[in-house]
């Protein structure tokens, strides 16, 4: 008796371990069939989750609230479009720039939204509402990048005019202006250094 219950104890894991690889077999030829080629890393990285239809020619500037609820996008249609990020829908469009959005830029607490053009402007919206809260109009062409502080107190816009200004956000005053040839802005992460792209092929 003994020995028939050790011997059916072992046709038992006998039995298992065949229908565990017959599980297997059968998972690795359905994923065969599904997927002939190994996917690399590098392929799933790169595959689109979904597409943003909306703007009518080329998007030049993007930006994303901290939250990864909201993204903006500026486009050569001289619109601003705010997408919920979830969904895919488009929230709001903006129309108060009269030349094409060259940058867009959304404040640390995701409350604030500025804007640059080819109009010579920036604008400042809330995010929240869509609503234009002020237009900041002392570049004398081009605006080609904007950044803001991480403390949300003081954008910085960079022109075809060769000047880099700094602003208050809040109330839109002009606090400073330096003397560049400037494309492109970024800047440190503490917000004690600023970089800018120079059209003579420099970073400063």
Not at 140 to 155: E, H, M, N, Y
Request: aromatic share 6%.
């Amino acid at each position: 008796m003994l020995f028939k219950l050790k011997y059916i104890k072992i046709l038992t894991v006998i039995s298992l371990s065949i229908s565990n690889i017959c599980c297997t077999i059968s998972s690795s030829s359905t994923v065969a069939k599904s997927s002939p080629k190994p996917v690399s890393k590098q392929q799933v990285i790169n595959q689109v989750i979904f597409t943003l239809s909306g703007h009518s020619e080329s998007v030049n500037a993007i930006a994303i609230s901290p939250d990864g609820e909201t993204l903006v996008s500026g486009s050569y249609d001289k619109t601003i479009k705010i997408w919920n990020l979830k969904t895919g829908e488009l929230f709001k469009t903006l129309l108060e720039h009269k030349e094409t959005i060259t940058s867009v830029a959304i404040t640390a607490d995701g409350e604030t939204l500025a804007s640059g053009s080819f109009d010579n402007t920036v604008k400042i919206w809330d995010l929240k509402s869509g609503k234009i809260l002020r237009s900041l109009n002392q570049h004398q062409a081009a605006v080609t990048s904007i950044v803001i502080t991480p403390d949300g107190d003081t954008l910085i816009s960079a022109s075809m005019d060769k000047t880099i200004k700094f602003w208050n956000l809040k109330t839109g005053e002009l606090l400073r202006t330096i003397k560049a040839d400037t494309l492109s802005l970024t800047m440190s992460t503490n917000g004690k250094i600023l970089f800018s792209g120079n059209q003579d092929g420099t970073i400063q």
